[in-house]
């Protein structure tokens, strides 16, 4: 039997870095989630500008150090989500571990690869964290009133474009290495462009792939797109019809799930106290 001493992962300063990196309910890990927010959209930026010409030569020198200069924070966040856990191996084979490291590792490998920096924009995926500091959650269990579900849809079509918009970035990035400039692709906006017209059937056929993976990555695109479409009614109507309960935003410090529920003490996955 689990004494209290032995759910507890960490001690000590732990216990408080704990709930500074991976909890949104205090003022402290608020600060640091909505810290961390904003150094990720503009390290995406970054990387984005930099991919344009006539910015990369005559910025370059910035855009590098700016590049090291989130890379280095990054890791040293990194570094303190792993101190404060108490099986780090666990969170680093996490979904947003392995985001973690994605969000470093292409800066390191391009000392050996020249160009694999570019796919640093993996980095807006870490933006998915925005669940905990918003607690959308709460407005799910609103939705047997109309106008409550409405605005629970709105926050959630929201969300859904962050996602589109977080797809349509990694697409266009990828598409960027994959055809090159001398396919038409000349910098990771104009493939963004593509990816968004692709994405949502509009297919105005002045850009294309010529590749054979960018042509197979072409055609997954397509596809995703006809479900993509049909998102925003599925939200409103589930609204409509769904009751959920409130959530808190409590990440296990042990085994690093969440959604846990608003009264919850103990962890319902791994029975370690939150």
Known sequence: MKTEVDERPVSGWRVRLHEIVFEADTTAGRFFDLTLIWLIVISVLVVILESVGSFREQYGAAFFYAEWFFTLLF????????????????????????????????????????????????????????????????????????????????????VFILAVITLVTVIGSLMYVVEGEENGFTSIPTSIYWAIVT??????????????????????????????????????TAELTRNAKILSTQVCPNCHTQDHEADAVYCKYCSSKL
């Not at 960018?214 to 049909?230: E, N, P, Q, R, T």
């Open 75 to 158: 890791s040293i966040e990194l570094l303190l989500r792993l101190l404060s856990v108490r099986r780090p191996l666990l969170y680093v084979f996490s979904f947003y571990g392995m985001i973690d490291i994605l969000s470093v590792l292409p800066t390191y490998i391009s000392l050996f690869v020249p160009g694999t920096q570019y796919f640093l924009t993996i980095r807006i995926l870490r933006l998915l964290r925005i669940f905990r500091i918003l607690k959308l959650t709460e407005y799910i269990s609103e939705a047997r009133v109309i106008t409550t579900a409405l605005k629970a849809s709105r926050r959630k079509i929201s």
């Open 199 to 236: 994405l949502t059937t509009v297919g105005y056929g002045d850009l294309s792939p010529k590749t054979p993976f960018g042509k197979f990555l072409a055609s997954i695109v397509m596809i995703l797109g006809y479900g993509i479409i049909a998102v925003p009614t599925g939200i409103v």
